[in-house]
């Protein structure tokens, strides 16, 4: 989910498979990925040994004797990487790497821990996933258009979306421990009317990118079908939401085949 934004921005704009396209893929596949995930699973160590929903398929319990080889595997599996691409780069391209990087190290390592600030919690979160998108459009020297800004701001909205919506179902475990998210500061219901608003709103966004860009509008339709019972859920049973989650997951599976089915369509026909 962070490989495929740039691969396929990448090559959308470029029309060709070089040495820029290959590292890049290979960096946002597995050190990207690694960085992302491993400094979280690090410094959430103490709050995700209290959340009984984490050491499964939502959320890694990563052992504290793990912790050092993590981090210290996430810089150098990177390194080689990111000095590749400042090398095949311009300066937007640099400038768009070092936004992205730093979001993925800000979220949840201190001084920053942006996860733990309400609202930019959830635009961090949304970032990590727009950001390899819009390096891969920087990298191959994509020009801005209506359409293109249409289509990144909508996928960033998703992001928002996705981030408070997940955000929803660890009220309880995240005020009992003192952490601060969205929804622990707007509350359950209002979190999960944000995030129908901005699925609703990426949706309405599509359909300004012409076909086949447009039919993409469709897909914001299965997202507020498994937020929207939860629209009026209390604090206390924010817990609930967790099915709505579980829905989230599969569905990102079936929307991803249909964004693909739909790029191949542009590719062709362009």
């Not at 989910?1 to 090559?11: C, G, H, Q, R, V």
Request: aromatic residues 12%.
């Amino acid at each position: 989910n962070t490989a495929y934004p740039f691969a396929a921005a990448y090559l959308l704009v470029a029309g060709t498979l070089d040495a820029r396209w290959v590292i890049g893929t290979l960096f946002f596949l597995v050190p990207y990925n690694l960085a992302m995930y491993g400094i979280n699973d690090v410094f959430d160590y103490a709050s995700d040994l209290a959340n009984p929903r984490k050491g499964g398929v939502e959320g890694a319990l990563l052992s504290p004797q793990r912790h050092r080889t993590v981090l210290v595997s996430s810089i150098v599996l990177s390194a080689p990487f990111v000095v590749a691409l400042i090398v095949l780069g311009s300066p937007l391209s640099w400038l768009i790497l070092a936004i992205s990087l730093f979001a993925v190290v800000a979220y949840s390592a201190p001084p920053f821990r942006f996860k733990e600030v309400p609202v930019l919690d959830s635009i961090t979160s949304s970032i990590h996933f727009v950001s390899p998108a819009v390096y891969g459009f920087a990298l191959a020297g994509g020009t801005a258009t209506p359409g293109l800004v249409a289509v990144l701001t909508a996928f960033f909205l998703w992001g928002v979306a996705s981030h408070a919506f997940g955000a929803v179902q660890d009220v309880v475990p995240d005020r009992e421990g003192s952490i601060s998210s969205i929804a622990t500061a707007l509350g359950a219901a209002r979190t999960v009317r944000l995030a129908l608003a901005c699925w609703a709103a990426a949706g309405v966004l599509m359909l300004f990118t012409g076909l086949p860009g447009a039919l993409a509008a469709v897909l914001a339709l299965p997202y507020l079908w498994a937020a929207a019972p939860y629209h009026s859920v209390s604090d206390a049973d924010s817990g609930a939401a967790n099915r709505g989650w579980r829905h989230f997951l599969w569905i990102n599976y079936a929307c991803g085949f249909v964004v693909t089915m739909l790029l191949i369509w542009y590719a062709i026909g362009r």
